[in-house]
């Protein structure tokens, strides 16, 4: 694809937001062991939904009668849903009794016998999101398995391709509905089309030229992004990106470490999700900085991208190790979430405490970790658009 500018911001519903963006996994309207508050004092600005699980509970009367996800949980900022289909496909991938995938859609039997099918269906999907409220809404596809032989990714793209198109008519006739015009996207929500074929070069394009042709407002990495071995596959990313313009934003789901996020970020990608801060919390694994990334110019951030000196940048802290038991530094040195700074005079939260508190198993453990990991995660999206523009000049 050509080389054109990459958006720097995008407009949703008359707000602007600046790109990149993280969305922590809020499945059920909820980050874990937060309050929406907490998230935007934390500097985040987009949350990512289940729309198949809000719609099992508190279900679809509940979440109409609150106005749809915002006014229920309080959020003032972007909010992307996920179809849901990826959790059902690995369920049914687990425990084919469960459902089976078809053309149609997902069926799931459900019941103490399994005897009652429900059907999961692009449309549905689409009405759920709008229901929902989502500013971003993603269209059902169908996962392709990290296993999958040629004949199950042809299947998988193909099956893809027609929910796309079935996803993109629902959506025009919802718009219709609320009397929105496809064209002005700046007062309108945006749908996003995963871009399936597993690692297969062909079915990988095949996909994209042809979701391209039904035509979205921005694209998705659909897929595993890990390779046989267990490991990142970044060239596998880079692929998957060249296939779109650069025009439209690019959404990198389910991604990743923040070493993860600034290399895709290189690559032409805007948005991340990611469970990681969260369950890493916890798993007491907190992520801190290696160094003061206020002293990171964006000349350094490049020369690290390009020497592949990332990991330079980060390092992990495992605070149940024994190391800690009487060490009463503050988690991370260069960080200024409320756990690691001095607030109103009072010293930070110490290694040794926080430790402390998860041996005693105190609810509070779990929040203060959790406030220290997604304000990292926050961090290295700040840290991206003030200092990341020689990554793309690079790349």
Not at 31 to 36: C, E, I, K, Q, T
Not at 58 to 68: D, H, N, R, Y
Not at 127 to 140: R, V
Request: proline residues 6%.
């Amino acid at each position: 694809m050509a080389k054109a500018l990459r958006p720097t911001q995008i407009t949703l519903h008359n707000k602007q937001y600046p790109l990149p963006l993280y969305s922590p996994d809020a499945t059920w309207a909820v980050a874990r062991n937060m309050m929406s508050a907490d998230l935007q004092n934390l500097g985040l600005l987009s949350v990512m939904v289940n729309s198949y699980h809000l719609f099992q509970h508190p279900g679809e009367e509940v979440l109409q009668k609150a106005g749809g996800v915002k006014n229920f949980m309080q959020w003032p900022g972007l909010l992307s849903s996920d179809s849901g289909g990826f959790q059902v496909f690995s369920l049914i991938q687990k425990n084919p009794d469960l459902g089976k995938i078809t053309d149609e859609g997902i069926v799931l039997y459900q019941g103490p016998k399994k005897r009652r099918k429900i059907l999961f269906t692009p449309e549905i999907s689409i009405h759920q999101q709008f229901t929902i409220g989502s500013d971003i809404m993603i269209a059902l596809d169908d996962f392709t398995p990290p296993d999958a032989d040629e004949a199950r990714i042809e299947q998988s793209v193909k099956r893809t391709l027609a929910w796309a198109a079935r996803a993109k008519t629902a959506f025009e006739n919802e718009l219709a509905k609320q009397q929105l015009s496809i064209a002005d996207k700046a007062h309108r929500p945006w749908l996003l089309a995963p871009i399936q074929g597993h690692r297969n070069s062909y079915w990988r394009k095949y996909c994209a030229d042809a979701l391209l042709e039904i035509g979205f407002d921005m694209y998705g990495l659909g897929g595993w992004p890990f390779d046989q071995n267990g490991r990142f596959d970044y060239e596998y990313c880079r692929f998957n990106a060249s296939l779109t313009p650069d025009e439209f934003p690019r959404f990198a789901l389910g991604v990743g470490t923040p070493e993860n996020m600034i290399r895709l970020y290189a690559q032409g990608y805007d948005f991340f999700d990611c469970v990681l801060p969260t369950r890493d919390a916890r798993h007491q694994r907190l992520y801190c900085f290696a160094q003061d990334p206020e002293n990171i110019t964006a000349e350094k951030l490049a020369e690290l991208w390009q020497e592949n000196r990332l990991a330079e940048l980060f390092q992990y802290r495992y605070i149940n190790r024994g190391s800690y038991r009487d060490d009463f530094d503050a988690v991370d040195p260069y960080c200024d979430c409320p756990i690691c700074q001095k607030t109103s005079g009072h010293p930070p939260v110490s290694r040794a405490y926080l430790q402390h508190l998860f041996q005693i198993k105190e609810n509070a453990a779990f929040r203060f970790a959790t406030l220290h990991n997604l304000r990292h995660f926050s961090r290295v999206m700040e840290l991206l658009r003030e200092k990341g523009e020689f990554l793309r000049a690079a790349s």
